[in-house]
């Protein structure tokens, strides 16, 4: 029966079926994996939109997706301040997740490479083309899918943070598929992202107002809402960015992302002064089940928008918050909150409390406790605690992004503390003293009571510190939050035992033993070098630390007078201590005082802290000095320094009052003068004036101020002095040393307090060099280091002076200059080295050429320079991203702008950038030359600018003369395939199976 069935109709037929579904499988495998680019059919751009989506396309989304949920997860924001719109706005969380976007782009870079099709259609030429089959055949790209690879591709380069290469990826989308409004929009709006990422204000919201003057779709009104309200908040334009984020809270799917916004959303009500709208909108963040770190900030804000009548309820609240074991973790930020709710009903004493016990409490060194040490520092700042601020404005500084709008502010006060601090500790200290010597006895021991009940919990809390650190599995929650985490604790005590600055009481012992052999030193390269150094041997350089030192007191103090009194700040050596002892006293009698002198090394005796008191008329006299030299110095830093014009004046007055024996040559009324002058109150200005004509008419400041042309000099006076510097460096380079001496002089007598004065004596010196006289040579030079040693010119002076002392003798006659353009680079080898480098430049053009803006050091501003450049090449060349560097040579600095693969690409770059007559003026007075990376290495290694210069002139075309395409340099180098496509109008077809059908205009 089966047989007979096999060899009837129905078993024929069912054969037949079969035969031809595997016939047909077949022609579909020939065509799919056989069809070529080359070829541009219906079949072949379906056959390659699916092999496109379904092969390196999918493996470069799936990394691509990987890559923002692992910055998702990743991501650390600093609640305490206004969150960043996108979460790629935190720059830590930029680093996340940069291999999968690698790997994106690369599987997109493929999937363009395999599956582009440039190759035009056949055309019936029988049939008539219509304006839409013209616009057609016109494009560059007929693959319907590859549009989703060039977006994600540029959506890769923007989540790892490559805003210019994103930028330039989605100006090129726009060029390729302008006849697709949706494409278009969408990567108008992208690109606007990116200058919103950057700042670039202005070119995002233009790129906005195109969009709107089109006909902007509304599938994509809510990428416009996030450039907008990316711009308003970057701007702290929160009122204007609140319409806008709620647009996108309503398009945002995922609930920890809308949870995230909302609280973003709650920051702008509060920052607008809406608080019960900002209580409500935290409120929201609980329904979205978020992370329980975003959960608990949402609870700290809503306690901090709550009514002020409310402030009971929210201390107690927050009191509960920081008992809760969840929270052990973020009790920094519960005493922060508590903090700033003190601070707002004017209790400036609790609120620091809380601030300083948040600090303590933290378990994190992150950007949230460098708030709270700002928001400390600030306090100390404005109530003139500033020995206190230094040490929180320096915690601060190493836990908040450098990128933060305050941060020249934060740095720029740091070191104005720094420079402050042992003048204002000398002060605290020795008022302190003072004021323990006026006590009666019961008093002082009463201070001195408490403050060795304070060193003792002190060593206690030191003590279980250490325990926890030593033995974090026998300690309890309450000293080591962690505890349940044994991860976190066993990598803390790897990085405490290996790491030095993991350890805090390392890090500040080593900060004192640096500072008692070198002092207090500005952060800066090659810091060993200044002059301190330079003519000082080692014993007095450690000599002057020492006497630094001896100026300072502890860090460990506060605004009472017990903390003032610690027990380091009064542990100062006294010279009485360190006398010889008298050998005719009696064992006895030893004994005695050599227990007196434990006594006095023992923190907790009270003899410790007796030993420093000044008792004595002449320890009094010893404070006073001390005193005053700390009030007249702070006084001045207070005036110059910090503009704080009044506490200067107070300052000042102090020391007039306290210490009129005082003087310091007349530098007070002079400095009053100056203070009065500043604030514009002429009548106390001219008192001290007048005081200074009388009682001191030497000083060179009474002279300079009783000249009748002061006031002109003072508005005048630098531009005045720049010019006579530029020709006094003409005289010198002319060999006019006579002329150099005599402006020299002139200078000295006219503007003796002027900017270049440091410049003029050395160029006054080194004219007297070679004029032959010597002696005065090695006087003017060691002036010079000693008169400004923060001048650009110190340091070679007190270089020269150092080899005079070790020996060296100075070369006789006079220095040849010429010209700094004829100077050879570099060092020339020897003759037998020099077979092996070939100093003959090449003419080859197909290497690749770097365009070269170069300037005599010191000459022009870098900055400037850098931001017209950049700004230029990204208005010009969007799809172009050149890279742009500093090289510092011999005399002759280089800005050097590379990314050419060739002569003719730099000749075009260098010829449109003259035809632009903003940068002409810009770069005017410079010089610009294009080279090719093998003739500049030669010039670094021995050959002069003026041979290349001559070289060019020789062999390659002045600029101007040759005609190239220009559009050479708006095709994008790192993109695949670009080279293959035609040369007409960028118009393209789009083709998605799955999604945007209605993205068709024909």
Not at 115 to 123: A, C, L, N, V
Not at 140 to 169: C, I, V
Not at 566 to 585: E, F, G, Q, V
Request: glycine share 4%; net charge negative.
């Amino acid at each position: 029966m089966r047989i007979s069935s096999f060899f009837d109709g129905r078993g024929m037929k069912k054969q037949h079926s079969i035969m031809c579904i595997v016939l047909c499988m077949m022609c579909v495998s020939v065509c799919f994996f056989s069809c070529s680019t080359e070829k541009n059919t219906a079949i072949t751009r379906r056959i390659h939109a699916i092999k496109a989506n379904y092969n390196t396309f999918y493996n470069g989304k799936v990394a691509y997706l990987d890559g923002v949920e692992a910055q998702r997860k990743g991501n650390k924001d600093n609640h305490l301040e206004v969150l960043p719109l996108l979460n790629i706005g935190n720059k830590q969380t930029l680093t996340i997740g940069s291999g999968n976007y690698e790997t994106a782009i690369e599987k997109c870079q493929k999937t363009i490479k395999q599956h582009s099709i440039t190759k035009r259609p056949e055309w019936n030429s029988k049939k008539k083309k219509t304006e839409k089959d013209r616009l057609w055949l016109s494009q560059r790209e007929y693959n319907p899918f590859l549009h989703n690879a060039w977006f994600l591709m540029a959506d890769a380069q923007l989540r790892k943070g490559e805003y210019l290469e994103a930028s330039s990826t989605y100006a090129y989308i726009q060029r390729l598929y302008f006849s697709k409004p949706n494409i278009v929009a969408k990567a108008r709006m992208m690109e606007a992202l990116c200058y919103a990422e950057q700042d670039w204000f202005y070119q995002a919201e233009d790129l906005v107002a195109k969009a709107e003057r089109d006909s902007f779709p509304t599938k994509y009104s809510y990428l416009k809402a996030q450039v907008m309200a990316d711009c308003h908040i970057r701007q702290k334009e929160y009122d204007k960015a609140i319409p806008y984020l709620q647009q996108i809270i309503k398009k945002q799917k995922g609930k920890q992302e809308k949870a995230r916004l909302y609280y973003l959303l709650g920051q702008l009500y509060q920052q607008t002064g809406q608080e019960q709208l900002a209580y409500n909108t935290f409120g929201k963040v609980f329904a979205k089940n978020p992370p329980y770190e975003l959960a608990f900030n949402a609870r700290i804000q809503q306690t901090e928008v709550m009514s002020k009548k409310n402030s009971k309820q929210m201390i107690n609240k927050l009191r509960r918050m920081a008992k809760s074991s969840k929270n052990k973790d973020y009790l920094d930020r519960v005493y922060y909150a508590l903090g700033n709710i003190f601070l707002a009903q004017t209790d400036t004493i609790k609120a620091i409390n809380y601030y300083k016990t948040g600090i303590r409490k933290s378990t994190k060194n992150g950007p949230e406790k460098g708030v709270i040490w700002l928001k400390l520092g600030q306090l100390y700042w404005d109530t003139y605690k500033f020995a206190e601020a230094k040490d929180c404005y320096s915690g601060a500084l190493g836990l908040l992004d450098k990128e933060r709008e305050d941060y020249k502010e934060i740095d720029e006060r740091s070191k104005i503390l720094d420079e402050l601090y042992p003048y204002a500790s000398a002060v605290e200290l020795q008022d302190s003293l003072q004021a323990l010597a006026r006590m009666d006895s019961v008093e002082r021991m009463a201070v001195i009571k408490i403050l060795i009940e304070d060193y003792k919990k002190l060593e206690k809390e030191e003590a279980a510190k250490l325990q926890a650190q030593n033995n974090p599995s026998q300690n309890s929650q309450a000293l080591n939050p962690n505890a349940s985490n044994p991860n976190f604790n066993n990598r803390n005590n790897q990085q405490t035992a290996t790491w030095y600055f993991y350890n805090s009481s390392v890090v500040s012992s080593g900060k004192t033993e640096f500072q008692r052999k070198w002092g207090i030193r500005e952060l800066a390269d090659d810091w060993r070098r200044k002059n301190i150094t330079v003519l000082k041997n080692e014993e007095d350089t450690e000599e002057l630390a020492d006497s630094v030192m001896n100026d300072t007191i502890s860090e460990n103090q506060t605004d009472s007078l017990k903390n003032i009194l610690s027990a380091d700040s009064l542990a100062i050596t006294n010279p009485a201590d360190t006398a010889t002892i008298d050998t005719t006293l009696t064992e006895e009698e030893l004994k005695r005082l050599q227990k007196e002198e434990e006594y006095k090394q023992d923190p907790h005796r009270p003899e410790y802290y007796l030993k420093n008191i000044p008792f004595t008329e002449e320890q009094m006299k010893a404070s006073n000095d001390e005193l005053v030299k700390g009030l007249f110095n702070s006084a001045i830093i207070y005036k110059d320094r910090m503009e704080n014009f009044p506490l200067a004046e107070r300052t000042f007055k102090r020391v007039l009052n306290e210490f009129p024996e005082y003087q310091h040559d007349g530098e007070i009324y002079y400095n009053l003068f100056q203070l009065y002058s500043r604030i514009g109150d002429s009548e106390a200005a001219t008192v001290y004036k007048y005081k200074m004509q009388e009682e001191y008419p030497e000083n060179p400041h009474t002279i300079l101020i009783s000249d009748p042309q002061f006031e002109f000099k003072g508005r005048y006076g630098k531009a005045i002095e720049d010019s006579i510097y530029q020709r006094t460096y003409e005289y010198y380079l002319a060999d006019k040393y006579d002329s150099v001496i005599i402006n020299a002089n002139y200078i000295e007598k006219e503007y003796p307090d002027g900017i270049n004065r440091a410049r003029f004596m050395f160029l006054s010196t080194m004219s007297k060099l070679n004029l032959g006289e010597r002696e005065q040579f090695l006087s003017g030079m060691k002036e010079i280091v000693e008169k400004y040693p923060t001048s650009t010119v110190s340091e070679l002076a007190g270089l020269y002076v150092k080899g005079l002392k070790e020996g060296r003798l100075l070369a006789s006659g006079t220095m040849d200059h010429g010209s700094i353009w004829d100077r050879r680079s570099g060092i020339l080898l020897d003759d037998a080295d020099s077979v092996a480098l070939d100093t003959t430049f090449t003419t080859d053009k197909t290497i690749p050429f770097i365009f070269v803006v170069a300037y005599e050091r010191d000459s022009i501003n870098e900055n400037t320079l850098l931001f017209e450049v950049a700004n230029y090449n990204f208005s010009n060349f969007a799809v172009r991203n050149f890279d742009m560097n500093f090289v510092k040579g011999d005399g002759i600095d280089m800005f050097q702008v590379t990314g050419f693969a060739n002569y003719d690409e730099a000749y075009i770059y260098i010829n449109k950038l003259k035809n632009d007559n903003h940068m002409t003026e810009v770069l005017e007075g410079l010089k610009m030359f294009i080279i090719s990376e093998d003739n500049l290495k030669k010039i670094m290694h021995g050959l002069s600018f003026s041979d290349y210069f001559e070289f060019y002139d020789n062999n390659f075309d002045r600029i101007g003369h040759l005609i190239f395409d220009e559009n050479l340099l708006d095709e994008p180098t790192d993109i695949p395939n670009a080279e293959d496509f035609p040369d007409d109008e960028t118009q393209e077809d789009d083709y998605d199976p799955t999604q945007d059908e209605d993205n068709f205009i024909f």
